[in-house]
């Protein structure tokens, strides 16, 4: 039986001569992976490696995890890159939570492979039910489009690239697959621990919203696929207008615009009249791509009081006149004047 048969997966990122390297923690989707790829490496015309990270997490159980993965990938005669790290060290100096900074850990690493030359495109083992995780995840935090958009299939750095092939792959086929062949995969403890926020949405939240439609994980995906072509569409937009609308620093007297040279200080304008021409939903995102461009990012009710500010929506705590000034987060303030809206960050 074909590995690459059974366990289909997105090979349009992959081309001939491709370095592949593969991540895996031992688990059985990473597991899967490594194998649909070892299986089709010569019909690829690639070459193959495996990356794993020890996150210096669950002692003795992280190391039999590293243990498995050597096993797994001398008996397969696959190059394995191995990279210590300590998510305990980072959290202290970050404070990050623990599932961040375990996965910035890794990323990371894998940029660092990437950046030298090791690989050209580094997989990982994302899923449907990921998909669908990450999804429900975002509505619940209130994300925007773009973090409705989930996992991404194709992450394009510096150097090299990511790429997630088992999007469309659910968890129970993996593990029914791996079960068939007789193949062992490694379970890590804490993924039924729900005190994490994605164990919490996997086992308990999501069980009960597939009783009001059992085909939710794929309804989930389908909108992060969609929220991820209408983020495109967006984005190639704002690319063109952006130009057009942001103006440096502020209008003096007798024509001309000031930049301040204040340092730390960085400004855009917007007209008035400019923004007012716009529909309702080009305006948002021209004002949080603005906030963007001075490296900070608005929440909704940020972005609704800025356009308070501007007259175009009610609110009772924003007064939308000459000389009003918002003091926004990432010390992003706003003022208007007679014809502009100003955005200026001071460190």
Partial sequence: MSVAATLPFDRTQIRPGDRICVAISGGADSVA?????????????????AVHVHHGLRGEEADTDQRFVEDLCIALDIPLHLHQASVPARVAQTHETIEEAARNLRYEFFATLLASGHADTILTAHTLDDQAETVLMKILRGAWTEGLSAI?????????????PFLSSRRADIEAYLTQLNQPWRTDSTNVDTAYTRNKIRHELLPQLRTYNPNLDQALSNMAELAREEESRWQSELTRILPQL?????????GGRAVSTTPGQSAVSIELDRLRALDPALRRRVLRAAARQLGARLSFDETSRLLA?????????????????????SGLRADRSPRELRLYREK
């Fill in 152 to 164: 991404h299939p194709v992450i394009t750095l510096q150097k090299g690239k990511i790429l997630r």
């Fill in 309 to 329: 500010l501007c007259g175009f929506r009610p609110d009772p705590t924003v007064a939308a006149r000459t000389g009003t000034i918002l003091h926004l987060p």
């Fill in 33 to 49: 992976l490594l194998l649909t790829l070892h299986a089709a490496r010569e019909s690829l015309g690639i070459g193959l490696s």
């Fill in 246 to 254: 942001l103006l440096p620093g502020k209008p003096v007297r007798g």
